[in-house]
Nanobody, 126 residues
Framework: QVQLVESGGGLVQTGGSLRVSCAAS????????MDWIRQAPGKEREFVAG????????SYADSVKGRFTISRDNAKKAVYLQMNSLKPEDTAVYYC???????????????????WGQGTQVTVSS
């Protein structure tokens, strides 16, 4: 069974922190680079952060650089997004996704993805 399951979303005040997690089946995780993508109400999905299979290469959207940190634990088949100094404009559904092999990491746009999770809601109150 191929699956990605996000968790850890919730309601937080401006300036607060939250960590969202993505638990993956082996087929959706092994050897894949992983991205976090978000979609705010009425907006298109946007790239947030990405990490290579080894974890040695990471990439961030300008809007979250310096505030968010992506990491992964390959033994646990999990990827994480630590979000600090949250702002109301960070409110969105956050998805993890498996980046299709051969896709070049590019923080300015979404990649091609083989698998998606169902998303977890993050709401930042002002």
């Amino acid at each position: 069974q191929v699956q990605l399951v996000e968790s850890g979303g919730g309601l937080v005040q401006t300036g607060g922190s939250l960590r969202v997690s993505c638990a993956a089946s082996e087929r959706a995780f092994k050897y894949y680079a992983m991205d976090w993508i978000r979609q705010a109400p009425g907006k298109e999905r946007e790239f947030v952060a990405g990490i290579s299979w080894s974890g040695s290469i990471t990439s961030y959207a300008d809007s979250v650089k310096g505030r968010f940190t992506i990491s992964r634990d390959n033994a646990k088949k999990a990827v994480y997004l630590q979000m600090n100094s949250l702002k109301p404009e960070d409110t969105a559904v956050y998805y993890c996704a498996s980046v299709s092999p051969g896709t070049k990491m590019d923080a300015s746009k979404l990649a091609e993805y083989d698998y998606w999770g169902q998303g977890t809601q993050v709401t930042v109150s002002s």
